[in-house]
């Protein structure tokens, strides 16, 4: 069943600067409204582990004290946001989805939170994450499972499931998450939201509960690419230009990193191809398999690494399937690490070849749509597959890659969202959001 | 039994370039020294795998060519180099002590190969290596052992153990080897001579066969640290001032690190006082055992990830002891060699402080005198320990580190030499330096 839409819907971050300026609203209106929304919705989604009514109305009230005098922080002053309850919010429980850590509160603000609150923004709260984000299904929580809007009988992908499923809804009208193999860009697809996964280390991760350090990313989600792009911007300082010339998109055929459902991946080649039909281009061959391998090595034995003594010893406290996964990866050896890392550098340098004549790659974001909630498996055709493997094989390439990627909207397959997912190198981000512009428009 | 000492025996390579230059001796003729040395010595040594009688005179004759006709390309001009058969040389064989390489000969130079013809040595050979550089003994490989020239039954120390054996003989004056956690510094302590392991990729590794990417440092060989010095700055174009102020030496107690022979370290202590007594101090709190850690899962987890392939199709190819080595590092799940590479970068900033009031550490080089052949345990005291972590455990650390370490001869217990270890900052090569002449002075 969906939920009704809340009241950020069709609200971008730059409408939302101008009408604070103009006097149109406020920040405590904003933030009245986003926790209104939250009130009335979330017993639905579950999208939330933490509401800070007072915090934000406080935060909100300051930036409006601001404003009116004359002291203007930028495009996210006054602006609700939510964070994922990975991400270290000072005095506002940290659970990381797990039971391990109940009745932790961090002391001081992760480095992206700083950023955000001198950026003026309002925190309303933390949302939830699959537990320790290691998992796309965003149905593993010790909270619960985030739902998806647009069905709460369907999951809302992950892990940054409950920052996807505000962002949908439109309790907030931005949140942050992280992505370590689609963990922004698989709920935003799922939910129908634009999601942004910048390079590695572009915004630091520093106060972000690491899940695989050499692949985790923060980023962004809003109801639009532009938000993303405004909320990457605050966020990292970086002078992105707002326009680029017209960036040179290809279409990547990735069925050698997974074959999706062909009603998913026809509107996602419809949505690549609104603005001129882009030439078809393939990975080079032996790419997929090394890459996702390679992920899949690299991220085993870093999440290990991360939880090797609470598996030792508190193990009862770990989710069934969370544990389960962990004891797997605790099996890889060191040697295919090392391997994983030499291929990383390997596929790294292999990869400028498909930007030698493109600068955007389009590709589907999620295999799928949301599958429902609990769900471990899904037919394609004449087979049936696991469903992290259907979300995950398209995005998680570019993080092993650490290119920043973006999904958009492509629109629906039986009243499911599907996302487009656009790829640059490090440093085009510029013509990434031009391209996302023009496919949108 | 020792052999006679051979040609090169208290020549300096400053003495051999003065003499050169003064037309004292030509490198034809010293090159025919070496190569008859070679013959004379080395079958009671096996030091060698190839001597390249034919190439090392053209070479000769081309250097004295050159010099003759005004083209000094100095320190290095002329010298007779051997070469350990780790290393690449174009048109040589390079077993790398192994029968899975009968026969290969790489069509060209290691980078610090082709260093070395470029600042005119002459290559005489290719030195027998432990196999696969994977032991400190040096008393297994395709070609046999390699021995010590105080006393043939005995251990060269490896894995440069044919480097170390021809230098002390007095076969060369100069010797390439490499250290992954001692197998430069190693055989020269248990033979006699001085041998520098430079800091890390101060000498590129390129086209030297892997033992563990991430440790391994070339290095070299020669009668006294100042030759080392002189062959170190032609091998990396260092502006590493031949003098420098007094450094400031201190000794390290490293009885944490492996409890020595207490004669061994006693004569180790004494040179270390040669010129006024030094401060002790010992190491961090919990130090020791996490370095030796570090080093021993980084080393297991990198050493199989360039073998697996080999262990899977042709393991009767390999000795049993290596072998037998390969398969317990392959066990060595891949989130320890994680911890391992985070624990190394805390250790390489907890080690700052242990120079915070001294520019140089003095310690044993190896905790023992070279053993028997084929000796794999010997008794301290009341205890019997393993013969490869008496003789890796004080040099290992500074390979995790990364640190520049020189082996100086300090004497001997019962016949056998005893080298004394300094130990630097990258950056302090200089006073390292100094300090070996102050305490060999």
Redesign the interface.
């Known amino acids: 069943m969906p939920i009704p839409p809340g009241p950020f819907i069709g609200r971008t971050l730059a409408r939302l600067a101008q009408d604070l300026r103009d006097g149109r609203t406020t920040s405590t209106d904003l933030t009245e409204q986003a926790l209104g929304a939250a009130a009335a919705l979330d017993p639905a989604l579950n999208a939330f582990v933490t509401v800070d009514g007072t915090g934000a109305l406080e935060a909100a009230k300051a930036a409006d004290d601001e404003l009116a005098a004359g002291r203007d922080r930028g495009p996210l002053h006054g602006i609700p946001v939510a964070v994922k309850d990975l991400i270290e919010v000072a005095g506002l429980p940290a659970t990381m989805g797990s039971r391990h850590f109940t009745g932790y509160v961090p002391g001081r603000d992760a480095a992206c939170v700083a950023r955000l609150r001198e950026a003026g923004a309002v925190i309303v709260g933390k949302t939830t994450t699959h537990e320790f984000a290691y998992g796309p299904t965003g149905d593993r929580s010790a909270n619960g499972a985030s739902r998806n809007p647009h069905d709460t009988g369907r999951m809302s992908g992950g892990s940054s499931g409950g920052s996807g499923a505000a962002v949908a809804a439109g309790i907030v009208p931005l949140a942050l998450g992280t992505d370590t193999g689609g963990s922004v860009r698989i709920p935003s697809a799922l939910c129908g939201v634009a999601g942004f996964k910048p390079a590695y280390d572009a915004i630091s991760a520093d106060g972000v509960f690491p899940l695989s350090r050499s692949l985790d990313h923060v980023g962004v989600l809003a109801g639009d690419a532009d938000s993303c792009l405004t909320a990457y911007r605050c966020l990292t300082g970086d002078e992105v230009p707002e326009r680029a010339e017209d960036a040179r998109v290809a279409w990547l055929d990735a069925s050698d990193l997974f074959a999706g459902d062909p009603e998913v991946v026809a509107v996602a080649r419809a949505a690549a191809g609104s603005a001129g039909e882009p030439p078809e281009i393939r990975l080079p061959e032996g790419f997929a398999e090394e890459v996702l391998r390679t992920y899949r ?1 690299i991220q ?6 991360v939880h ?1 003594e609470r598996m030792e010893r508190a193990p009862e406290l770990f989710g069934e399937e969370v544990l389960e996964r962990l004891r797997g ?11 994983a890392v ?1 291929d990383r550098e390997r596929l790294i340098a292999a990869a400028g070849a498909l930007f030698e004549h493109h600068d955007v790659l389009a590709l589907p974001t999620a295999a799928i749509t949301a599958p429902p909630i609990d769900r471990r498996e899904v037919a394609l055709g004449s087979e049936t597959v696991p469903v992290g493997v259907a979300l995950l094989s398209l995005t998680c390439p570019w993080n092993v890659l650490r290119f920043p990627a973006l999904t958009v909207p492509a629109g629906t397959v039986a009243g499911l969202p599907v996302g487009l997912q656009l790829v640059s190198r490090p440093g085009d981000e510029a013509l990434l959001f031009s391209a996302a512009r023009r496919l949108t428009a």
């Open positions: 090595t085993s034995c870093e999440a290990v690494a090797a990866a605790a099996q890889v050896p060191g040697w295919r690490y090392v391997r030499q």
